[in-house]
């Protein structure tokens, strides 16, 4: 069974970095996506990065957290750590965080879309304040 447990969150002043990590275990094929995806109160759950493994390796970002956020997967034996980097951090970022992964033995269209993903984390709580 597919597992997934985010970690990292906190609560933190604006300007400053979080490092939020993502255990992914128990598939028996690579994922062709993975991806970090938040949901503020009151707010829909929206896209912030991801993988996408379909052809060759490439990273995607929402307009609102380029050049601030960076997604990586380390492969570790049958496990994968998916890690979100998080500088210069905005009160608008105050959200609780999600990793996911889709794709396992299936074809996705889009790494981008919700609908690509199968698997979910519980959330780690990411609150930016002052």
């Known amino acids: 069974q597919v597992q997934l447990v985010e970690s990292g969150g906190d609560s933190v002043q604006p300007g400053e970095s979080l490092r939020l990590s993502c255990e992914v275990s128990?598939?028996?094929?690579?994922?062709?996506?993975l991806g970090w995806f938040r949901q503020a109160p009151g707010k829909e759950r929206e896209g912030v990065a991801h993988v996408d493994r379909r052809r060759t390796i490439s990273t995607g970002y929402a307009d609102s957290v380029k050049g601030r956020f960076t997604i990586s997967r380390t492969r570790n034996n049958d496990n994968d750590t998916l890690v979100l980097v998080m500088t210069s951090l905005k009160p608008e970022d105050t959200a609780m965080y999600y990793c996911?992964?889709?794709?396992?033995?299936?074809?996705?269209?889009?790494?981008?879309?919700?609908?690509?993903?199968?698997?979910w984390g519980r959330g780690t709580q990411v609150t930016v304040s002052s």
């Open positions: 128990g598939y028996t094929s690579d994922p062709s996506c």
């Open positions: 996911a992964v889709g794709g396992i033995g299936m074809y996705v269209r889009s790494c981008q879309s919700q609908s690509a993903y199968t698997y």
